[in-house]
């Protein structure tokens, strides 16, 4: 006898446990299968491009810190590189050193966020968020050490950074850079080889290799799917031409290539802090830049390589104290794109996965 | 003769029998009552705790002496909370399902021997009572999530059934390996039964039953029906105040329950040298609750279909096996040597866990059941 059976909507979000924010998707469902997807996005709407259009170039700094909240550091070297891209700014060496430091050591708490809030969505109940938490901490810890915020930094200035480092801070960090590989080897002996991780996360969410150029996806979402694009290699900026390290790309693009690639990146992160440490030189922080600082009339786009992938900032200037146009490509906007392609067909448990694997931001999708 | 029986006869020589029945019998449900409540909420705080131990972090710490009091502070805002009924929830059953996953919840305690004597009712068919009465919380549970008029607990409830129903039977198979060797289904012969405890006899039947009551008691990694990530609540998320009280309560009694009924049937139950028989139970339970917190600490939670999957393709046939191996035993060995039984047991868990850990693969991506 067939039984009629009908799909149904379900709202999940903006108000789930799960959506990383205030994310809503209204999923179409038939019994526990995802039939559709659609996102809505924009609870977190802020207007920041609006707001940078009165704002002097150093006012706009602060404004970057609440796009991706979870990596402000990112944010403001975005930004200011863009900026002295157009002005023709040089940043002295040390302050060249000390922004790669932070950006790393910004990565590396963000994919621990990553890694950990993908391990509650799949249901290990806070445990691997609590332990990555300890060493976020302390990347925290070090962040107050330099400029006394631990969320929203507001920390690089153009042509260069804010306070030069404190002398507890190096010893600081050269202790959480020996040991961290320690932690990192203790997630991957709790989670790597789980047999419900596997089994929940393999094959789950393929993102093609195509699919993955196609959407202009960037970060771990394209390095999983096989692609070995990341912006320090293909396009160096700063001083990352200096430094050796490698990219991890996975293989077929499911979760599990996304969740490893990230943890893999963490490694690479410690490696490239590990030889800013021994690189770093003495001298000034900050270049002599006028204020209020007038950019020359034109237009800039400059992108760097966010934890979450591809962080660009375009600036129109028109010779005034304020830009006349501000515009951010956020990454996760442009990864989450893909969500509808990998989630229909999978169950409702895969959807959270599979989104929680992504890893958004609402602060930057909605700006 | 259990003391509720002494009790009884001795109440007898002073007031009419009747009475004496009556006054036993709830004598006895107040003591089963009291006994419950005060050991779930211990437990509430001693799983916040471990948990918190488990997490690198403290638990709550604040309130009396290492936070013991902090289940109490919880149950006082619970029940102050406003009882909030959805506009177009079916009343009746919304109101029952609370009642319906709770009561059977403590029914079950009637059977479980916390020492020779002390059981509310030693019947001869106390396993089929046991298994009779656990299994009517899912229906508790569905009235629960069919009753709210919510879409999440609507999924949580097509999950009930699902899941309790296919991790019924692994269940009671591997229940039936125990009353198979002692030869009744009462608890307290089952106990006499344990000179060797029966985890020792039938590892593989204990670690289906175990798995088993994780799925029954909706304990990680099975814990589907309320998968916070997933489905917010699952079937209590339009419950509030003193119904969502009895969810709780109903969740921790369970794991109580189960705890019990492992000590009892397959750890000997009380028996232990020196400690008193009461003490034993506690420290076995206790053991028990500890390894399922240790287990929701660490786990990742199945999918649904590959939970079906577990059910139906890992346990069910190894329970099967298990059950026609150990009637063999029975018809066969058990007058020669019950080490030579612990030892074909053991290998045969053994050899059994390999070979479906190779043959069975929880299937990765996607999978039909």
């Given at each position: ?5 009908e ?20 999923v ?15 609870y977190?709407h ?13 006012q ?20 200011v ?13 040390r ?45 925290m ?15 690089m ?11 507890e801070f ?17 997630y ?37 799917s ?61 270049a ?42 956020p ?10 392609d ?10 959270i ?15 | ?57 403290l ?23 406003e ?106 012969k ?8 029966f ?37 209590h ?41 009461f ?49 063999m ?41």
């Amino acid at each position: 006898m067939a039984l009629k059976t009908e799909p149904f909507i379900l709202n999940v979000g903006p108000q789930h446990p799960s959506t990383h924010g205030v994310f809503r998707m209204r999923v179409t469902l038939d019994g526990e299968v995802v039939v559709d997807v659609e996102p809505v996005i924009g609870y977190l709407h802020r207007g920041i491009e609006k707001l940078a259009e009165s704002r002097t170039y150093t006012q706009i700094i602060p404004l970057t810190d609440r796009l991706d909240y979870l990596a402000s550091m990112t944010n403001n070297f975005g930004y200011v590189l863009a900026v002295e891209k157009l002005a023709g700014i040089k940043a002295p060496e040390r302050a060249e050193y000390l922004r790669i430091i932070m950006a790393e050591l910004m990565r590396i708490s963000s994919h621990l966020m990553a890694v950990g809030f993908f391990l509650n969505d799949l249901g290990a109940m806070m445990t691997p968020v609590l332990y990555m938490w300890r060493e976020r901490e302390k990347i925290m810890d070090l962040f107050e050490m330099v400029c006394g915020q631990r969320l929203t930094y507001n920390y690089m200035r153009i042509g260069g950074v804010s306070h030069d480092i404190p002398e507890e801070f190096l010893p600081a960090l050269k202790r959480f850079i020996a040991e961290m590989p320690k932690f990192i080897d203790e997630y991957e002996q709790l989670l790597s080889e789980n047999e419900i991780l596997l089994a929940r996360t393999k094959g789950v969410g393929v993102l093609p290799r195509e699919m993955a150029i196609n959407i202009g996806a960037s970060g771990p979402v394209l390095r999983a799917s096989g692609v070995k694009w990341d912006i320090r290699k293909a396009d160096p900026y700063s001083i990352y031409d200096r430094f050796d390290f490698e990219v991890p790309v996975g293989t077929i693009g499911d979760c599990y290539d996304r969740y490893w690639v990230r943890i893999q990146e963490m490694r690479q992160s410690v490696r490239i802090v590990e030889q800013a440490i021994k690189q770093l030189p003495r001298g000034e922080i900050c270049a002599r830049v006028a204020q209020p600082l007038r950019l020359p009339a034109g237009e800039v786009y400059g992108h760097i390589e966010a934890p979450k992938g591809e962080l660009g900032f375009y600036l129109v200037s028109d010779n005034s104290i304020a830009p006349y146009r501000f515009h951010v490509r956020p990454p996760t906007l442009i990864n989450l794109t893909a969500l509808k392609d990998m989630v229909v067909g999978w169950k409702i448990a895969d959807l959270i996965v599979i989104f929680g694997s992504i890893d958004v931001c609402l602060g930057e999708i909605d700006r | 003769m259990t003391l509720i029986d002494q009790f009884r006869i001795w109440l007898s020589g002073l007031v009419p029998e009747w009475a004496a029945y009556v006054i036993a019998g709830v004598a006895g449900i107040v003591a089963i009552l009291a006994f419950v409540l005060s050991v779930v909420i211990v437990f509430i705080w001693y799983e916040r705790r471990l948990l918190g131990r488990f997490q690198i972090r403290l638990g709550p710490n604040r309130l009396g002496p290492e936070g013991i009091f902090q289940p109490i502070a919880t149950a006082v805002k619970i029940l102050l909370k406003e009882d909030i009924i959805p506009e177009r929830a079916d009343k009746i059953v919304h109101w029952l399902a609370p009642i319906v996953v709770f009561t059977p919840v403590l029914m079950v305690f009637a059977v479980i021997p916390l020492s020779r004597g002390a059981i509310l009712a030693d019947l001869n068919v106390g396993v089929l009572y046991l298994v009779a009465v656990g299994s009517v919380s899912a229906v508790g549970i569905y009235m629960a999530g069919w009753g709210s008029h919510n879409k999440y607990a609507l999924i949580a409830a097509m999950r009930t059934v699902a899941q309790i129903v296919s991790y019924e039977l692994p269940l009671v198979l591997s229940l039936l390996g125990v009353v198979l060797m002692v030869g009744s289904l009462s608890m307290i012969k089952i106990v006499d039964a344990q000179t060797v405890p029966f985890i020792i006899v039938q590892p593989l039947g204990f670690l289906i039953f175990f798995l088993g009551a994780l799925a029954e008691m909706n304990r990680c990694p099975f814990d589907l029906l309320e998968a916070d990530s997933e489905i917010v609540a699952g079937y209590h998320t339009e419950y509030s105040g003193m119904k969502f009280a009895m969810f709780y309560l109903g969740e921790y009694g369970h794991a109580l329950a189960y705890a019990c009924i492992i000590t009892t049937l397959f750890l000997g139950g009380w028996r232990g040298p020196i400690l008193p028989p009461f003490l034993w139970v506690l420290i076995k339970v206790v053991a028990v609750f500890s390894l399922i917190v240790w287990l929701r600490a660490t786990l990742p939670r199945l999918r649904v279909d590959q939970l079906m999957a577990f059910a139906w393709r890992g346990l069910f046939p190894m329970a099967i096996i298990n059950i026609v191996v150990v009637a063999m035993e029975v018809l066969w060995l058990v007058d020669m040597s019950k080490w030579l039984v612990v030892a074909i047991n053991a290998v045969l868990a053994g050899g059994l866990i390999l070979a479906w850990s190779r043959l069975f693969v929880l299937g990765r991506g996607r999978v039909e059941v």
